[in-house]
C-alpha cells in the first residue's frame, strides 16, 4: 500500500513565522525571475521559470503554514496542492494554478531543452498569483 | 475594534478565535493545532470552546484515535456568518484600496503599517497609515487635504480607530531611505501595499 494512501502528505509542522519567511522568499524568487526574464537569451527562459516555480512552492508553504499550521515536505509537489486546497476561501484556484506552476519545473530545471518564452511568461504569471494569494492569506 | 483581531469585535470570547481557525481550512484539525493557531487561548480554553461549538452543531466533531479532529460545519445555517467573520480584515484593507483608487490625486504610495499591519495592536491602536504625495503637489494642496481628510474619516467609521496618517513628499523618499528611520523599518518589515507604486520599488528607485 502507498504511503498516501495509509498517512496521506507528508508535512512539517510551521507557524506564522515560518509562513512570513517563506513569503518573503517568494517575493524574492519572483523578483528575480522577473529580471532575469528580461534578458533575451533561452537559458533565461529555463531560469526564469524555474526561479518562478521556486516562487511558487514558497508561496504555497507561507500560505498552509498561516492557515493548516503544516506545510509539505518531501519532494512530491502533489502534496502540497492537496494542502493547498484545504485553505478556504481561495485555495481550490490556487492549487489549480500550483498544479500548472510545478508541471513545469523539471523541464526548467533539469531538462537539456528549453521552456519556450510563452511557458516563462505563464509561469511569472502563475507565480505572481500564488504569491499575491499568499500575501492575502497572511493578512487575513 | 481591535483590527488585529477584527472578528472579535462581533465574537470576543475563545470561540471566535477557534472559528475563525475553522473557517481558514477544511481540513479537521485537533484541538491542540487549533489553540497552536488560534491567536490566544489556552488548549485547556480551546477545548472548552470546541466543546460548546459542538453542542451547537456548528463544529463537527470525528473520531480519530487517540485525538478528535475539528472542523466547521459548512452546512450550518450560521457558517455564512462565520466565513464573514473570518474575512472582516481582508474587507477593510479592501475598503482602504478602493477608497485610494477613487482619489483624484493619486497617491505615489500608500500601505498599512504599525500595529494594524502587524496585528499586535488593540482595540484603541491607532490605524497607521502612510501616504506619499506626488511631487508637485503643494503640502498645503486643499483637494490633496481634502482626500487625507476623508480618508481620516472612513477608517474612524469603519472601525472606531483614527487614523494616524504619514504625508510623506516623494521627493523627500530619498532622503528617508538615506536617514534610515525606525518608521522605516516599520514600513519595510510590516507594511502592507494598499495603492500605488510597493513599497519596496518606490525605496529601490529613489534618488
Redesign the interface.
Known amino acids: 500500500m502507498s504511503r498516501s494512501a495509509t498517512k496521506g502528505p507528508r508535512s512539517r509542522q510551521c ?1 506564522a513565522a515560518d509562513a512570513h519567511k517563506r513569503l518573503g522568499d517568494a517575493e524574492k524568487y519572483l523578483e528575480v525571475a522577473g529580471l532575469v526574464a528580461t534578458e533575451d537569451s533561452l537559458e533565461s527562459h529555463n531560469v526564469a521559470a524555474g526561479l518562478a516555480v521556486l516562487a511558487g512552492i514558497a508561496a504555497a508553504d507561507a500560505a498552509c503554514c498561516k ?3 503544516e506545510s509539505s515536505r518531501g519532494p512530491d509537489h502533489q502534496d502540497a496542492a492537496t ?1 493547498l ?5 481561495g ?1 481550490e484556484a490556487a492549487a489549480k494554478n500550483f498544479e500548472r506552476l510545478v508541471g513545469l519545473k523539471d523541464k526548467a530545471h533539469y531538462s537539456f531543452l528549453n521552456v519556450s518564452g510563452q511557458d516563462r511568461t505563464g509561469a511569472i504569471r502563475r507565480a505572481t498569483q500564488l504569491v499575491d494569494f499568499a500575501r ?2 497572511l ?2 | 475594534m481591535n483590527v488585529s483581531r477584527a472578528y472579535s469585535a462581533i465574537a470576543p470570547t475563545v470561540e471566535g478565535d477557534v472559528l475563525v481557525v475553522l ?5 479537521p ?1 485537533t484541538g491542540r ?1 487549533i489553540a ?2 488560534a491567536r490566544r487561548g489556552s488548549v485547556a480554553a480551546v477545548a472548552n470552546a470546541l466543546s460548546r461549538l459542538v453542542s451547537q452543531g456548528l463544529v463537527l466533531r470525528q473520531e480519530a484515535p487517540p485525538a478528535s479532529l475539528y472542523s466547521l460545519n459548512r452546512q450550518h445555517v450560521a457558517t455564512s456568518a462565520v ?1 464573514a467573520l ?2 472582516i ?2 474587507k477593510l ?1 479592501d475598503r482602504l484600496r478602493h477608497a485610494f483608487s477613487t482619489w483624484s490625486i493619486p497617491p505615489v504610495h500608500a500601505s498599512l503599517f504599525g500595529s494594524a499591519a502587524r496585528q499586535d495592536g488593540d482595540v484603541d491602536s491607532d490605524i497607521d497609515i502612510f501616504v506619499v504625495r506626488p511631487a508637485g503637489v503643494d503640502a498645503e494642496d486643499a483637494i490633496w487635504g481634502e482626500q487625507l481628510q476623508d480618508i481620516g474619516d472612513a477608517v474612524l467609521a469603519w472601525t472606531g480607530n483614527h487614523a494616524g496618517i504619514i504625508d510623506f513628499a516623494e521627493q523627500d523618499i530619498g532622503q528617508m531611505r538615506d536617514e534610515n528611520p525606525p518608521v522605516l523599518g516599520d514600513l519595510r518589515r510590516d507594511g ?1 501595499d494598499l495603492a500605488g507604486t510597493p513599497l519596496h520599488e518606490l525605496l529601490g528607485r529613489a534618488q
Open positions: 507557524d492557515t493548516l499550521g494542502f486546497r484545504r485553505i478556504t476561501p485555495g492575502e492569506v493578512q487575513r | 473557517a481558514g481550512t477544511t481540513q484539525l493545532r497552536r493557531l466565513e473570518a474575512l480584515r481582508t484593507l502592507i
